[in-house]
């Protein structure tokens, strides 16, 4: 839906810009249409003849745009980030109606305006001596305004919209995830039950595997864990904290929970913060402890030092015994809240959790992971050559995914609106070259009188600015009151951001005043002498 909004708002604006370059065309044709009406055509049939010349140029423009469309299905499709979508983008016939019934509608929406100008159109004064360059009737020129007013009002919701995202993405970007992916290559080693029950045969195959990759040349840590960051975001459950009451009736103490091995939280690149982290010294048969993260001990030890306390997930396991505070980790999402979290050696829960063994690996490497996954399989099947190993992926494009949706609304909504900002820029541009043509007359009477080429620029740059300026106006209300509606899409700033609506203004007023500029300095050029002659 928000795309929609935003290619209907970029299709208005070129409406707006097709618009006036018709009603200009219509003007100049002003000589013509009123000999036609003297010469006794009715109005309907001029009517009918504008729209079928503006018919043919949509007809031409949607032909024009349809082969592009075809043309560029297969790089608009390798835009769109492979977890956003399975749909695949088809140019079919539903696709050629829509386009059909778009340039209809559009010729309908931009042709109105110089239909109208011709309606309106009296014989006498398309007759009269200077025609076209007599000077416009003040309703079209208010109309034509009124053009680059709603052209500069559509722009700014664009641009704050665009502003909105780009920011957003910025906030993501500038979250630590809590682990340094980069240098970390991860792959899935699911033991199958019916050959790996219990936990020593698991043990001896984690042990094995471990020893064998950490030998790799390259190879700074490993570790296994029950679900790496983005894989799964469960393995939450309740627990108890030795001397302390159960929480009121239908509330719980909750946290996720990850059954990990020795050489996992330094592999991941995770801050330590307090204590120590699980070591192989950890193992069944020794007291079983415990790693929190920082969220875990702000949520339930705000007061006090977690480290000593124990801790269990049922009433027959085992306590554990918080040896160590680590740095928070997004599991899921750089825009989700991190939940409470702790880590604990797999074998010293695996009893009691049989449904969360260890399945991911995740390798830190001192130079590029990559090279390593074809030596990493490889010590995987010397301990069991039937082990299937899967998703190999580099951890750090696991955050690229979780920012590929945000990444592509930034770009179309960014694309759009600078393409909105270079067709204001030109409608702006448009009007005002227009109208110095018209005024050719009056810019020479007044040079001619003492008016000096500063004073020519800033009388055209003042008639151009006025539209901008009351559609920057109308923008930024319209923007306020629809920015909430994207409000679910960002993340880090306010709907209302001033920064963003600041930008946006200033940046749509430079370019509608090097619009203005650009036909105020050719106006200051003009000789009078020549001026008044062709008048």
Not at 80 to 93: E, H, K, M, Q, R
Not at 168 to 178: K, S, Y
Not at 518 to 525: C, K, L, T
């Amino acid at each position: 839906m928000l795309l929609l909004a935003i290619v209907g708002s970029v299709l208005l604006i070129a409406s707006a810009n097709l618009a006036n370059l018709l009603l200009a065309r219509a003007i100049s044709r002003q000589r013509e249409i009123g000999v036609r009406i003297a010469l006794g055509a009715g109005r309907w049939s001029l009517m009918r003849q504008l729209f079928t010349e503006n018919l043919v140029l949509s007809a031409a423009g949607t032909a024009l745009g349809l082969f592009i469309a075809a043309w560029s299905l297969e790089f608009l499709t390798a835009l769109i980030p492979s977890n956003l979508t399975t749909a695949s983008l088809v140019f079919d016939g539903r696709l050629l109606l829509f386009a059909l019934a778009l340039g209809v509608v559009t010729t309908l929406l931009f042709g109105a305006v110089p239909a109208r100008q011709a309606w309106r159109l009296g014989v006498a004064e398309a007759l009269q001596s200077g025609g076209a360059r007599s000077g416009e009737h003040r309703s079209t020129n208010r109309m034509r305004n009124w053009l680059v007013v709603s052209q500069t009002a559509f722009t700014f919701v664009l641009l704050v919209a665009a502003g909105l995202m780009l920011r957003t993405f910025a906030e993501l970007r500038a979250i630590d995830p809590g682990f340094r992916g980069d240098d970390v290559l991860t792959m899935r080693t699911v033991l199958p039950v019916t050959k790996y029950r219990g936990v020593a045969l698991r043990d001896a195959f984690y042990s094995q595997v471990l020893e064998r990759v950490k030998a790799l040349p390259g190879v700074v840590d490993a570790g296994y864990t029950s679900w790496l960051p983005y894989r799964n975001w469960g393995g939450a459950a309740s627990f108890e904290i030795e001397g302390r009451p159960a929480p009121p009736r239908g509330l719980v103490f909750d946290s996720n929970i990850r059954l990990v091995t020795a050489g996992y939280i330094p592999a991941m690149g995770m801050t330590l913060l307090k204590g120590r982290i699980l070591n192989s010294a950890d193992h069944i048969g020794t007291e079983p402890v415990a790693a929190i993260n920082e969220t875990m001990q702000r949520k339930y030890w705000p007061s006090e030092d977690p480290l000593n306390h124990r801790v269990r997930i049922c009433p027959d396991c085992p306590w554990f015994r918080i040896v160590g505070i680590v740095g928070d980790i997004h599991q899921m999402a750089l825009d989700l809240d991190v939940r409470p979290e702790y880590y604990v050696p797999f074998d010293q829960l695996s009893q009691a959790l049989p449904w969360a063994p260890p399945q991911d690996l995740a390798v830190r490497a001192s130079g590029n992971p990559s090279a390593l996954a074809a030596d990493i399989r490889k010590a995987v099947w010397a301990v069991d050559a039937q082990q299937p190993v899967t998703g190999l992926k580099v951890l750090s494009e696991f955050l690229d995914d979780d920012l590929a949706p945000r990444r592509f609304q930034t770009q179309l909504i960014g694309g759009f609106a600078l393409l909105a900002l270079l067709l204001a820029s030109l409608g702006v541009y448009g009007v005002l070259s227009y109208a110095v043509s018209q005024r050719q007359r009056e810019i020479g009477v007044r040079m001619s009188l003492g008016a000096g080429p500063g004073d020519v620029v800033r009388l055209i740059s003042k008639q151009g600015m006025k539209p901008a300026l009351i559609g920057v106006a109308i923008g930024f209300v319209t923007a306020y009151g629809l920015s909430n509606l994207i409000s679910r899409l960002l993340y880090g700033i306010t709907p209302h951001d001033t920064v963003t609506f600041a930008t946006a203004a200033a940046v749509l007023l430079g370019v509608a005043l090097l619009a203005c500029w650009i036909p105020a300095r050719r106006a200051s050029r003009t000789d009078p002498l020549t001026a008044l002659h062709y008048e």
